[in-house]
């Protein structure tokens, strides 16, 4: 029988799988201190067990996305070094807890996550925190515009999706600034998903085959929609952005260093390579994976991880053992 690859050199070492052990170490750290109600203490948790994890990694990775610095939480900074610096030269995105008020209050959807490409493919997107996106899956990728009215995005989706547009569901986050698009998401007779967090995997609902969303819309973190473009590309969806300032003063910093607010961001722009890896852990329960689990000495962990270039989608539950993990890597679990 003809072997699956042929003769052709095996792909280059998922990365993703090494990033799904940064990720499943920031879930276990952080979700030991779920509902206790202190953002700082889990953010903090995660961010040193994702360090410590990736820095153990054979690459030569540089944060390009850390968080920002919008609520001075904990964080792995922009430019820091990831990795022994051995093989390849990757741009990292990390989110070590997206989703950190779900933690710290027990709410489902929070999620770890690390997305990785090619030296110079992402996005910077400097001091501009937040922006606005349009995320679909596969069946839409081709029609939207982010430009276009908001019931033409949901008309044209759901042409695509075979579907009325009452039975189109969009993602949304449940914020102030959305009044107006909640408004006209209404009017075209769509339905809404209202999350509180957690808008990576809010826009991962979009790819998902069974329960998902069709669209995501709105205003979130500019981390997050670097790392959610990622995460799309591996899905075969699309998703387009636009800068967004919360004030003039934002404004005008980031137009200073030639941030433009009229552009429209394609996912090529988000990370312009096909080669890119990204990996996601549960925090607390979600759509997508489950919550870590603590049973004694075990601890259970589900996992997303895919790579845009081969297409792949993994989902990987792991049990690990909590005295020995101790051991071996120096991170407090039982803390
Ligand atoms: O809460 P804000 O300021 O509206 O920002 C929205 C962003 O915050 C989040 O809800 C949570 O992010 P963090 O938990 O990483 O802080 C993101 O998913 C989203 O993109
Ligand atoms: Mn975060
Ligand atoms: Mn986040």
């Known amino acids: ?3 699956l690859f042929g003769n052709a050199r095996l792909p280059d070492r998922n990365l993703a799988l090494e990033f799904c052990r940064g990720t499943e170490a920031a879930a276990m750290s952080a979700g030991r201190l779920m509902g206790r109600g202190d953002k700082n203490a889990a953010d903090g948790a995660a961010v040193n067990a994702m360090r410590y994890m990736l820095n153990t990694v054979d690459m030569d990775g540089i944060v390009v996305i850390g968080e920002g610095e919008k ?5 792995l900074f ?6 022994t610096g051995k093989n390849a030269e990757v741009d990292i995105a990390v989110d070590p807890i997206d989703g950190t008020r779900l933690t710290a209050l027990g709410i489902s959807g929070a999620i770890s996550v690390v997305a990785g490409a090619p030296r110079g493919t992402m ?3 400097e001091t501009v925190f937040y922006m606005n996106k349009l995320v679909v899956g596969p ?8 430009e276009a009215p908001v019931a033409e995005n949901i ?6 999706r075979k579907k009325a547009m009452g039975d189109i569901t969009v993602v949304v986050l449940d914020r102030p600034r959305h009044e107006k698009l909640i408004g006209e998401i209404r009017a075209a007779g769509a339905r809404i998903k209202l999350i509180t967090d957690g808008d990576i995997a809010g826009a991962l609902l979009t790819c998902k085959l069974e329960r998902g969303a069709d669209m995501l819309m709105g205003i979130g973190g500019t981390p997050e929609a670097v790392i959610t473009a990622c995460a799309i590309k591996a899905m075969g969806g699309n998703m387009q952005g636009k800068l967004w300032a919360r004030n003039d003063e934002e404004r005008q910093k980031a137009l200073a260093v030639g941030m433009d607010f009229d552009k429209v961001l394609t996912i090529d722009d988000l990370v312009c390579s096909d080669d890119v890896f990204f990996a996601a852990t549960g925090i607390t329960d979600g759509d997508f994976l489950k919550g870590v689990r603590y049973e004694g000495e075990r601890i259970y962990t589900s996992s997303l991880v895919m790579r845009a270039k081969s297409g792949t989608v993994r ?16 991170i407090d679990y039982k803390a």
């Open 78 to 83: 922009n430019g820091e070094h990831l990795g």
């Open 315 to 330: 989902y990987i539950d792991a049990v690990h053992s909590l005295y020995k993990l101790d051991k071996i890597a120096g």
């Open 71 to 75: 609520d001075e939480a904990p964080m």
């Open 123 to 125: 996005f910077n997107p």
């Open 155 to 160: 008309r044209r989706v759901a042409e695509a």
């Open 139 to 146: 069946e839409a990728k081709d029609v939207i515009d982010i």
């Open 1 to 3: 029988m003809k072997s």
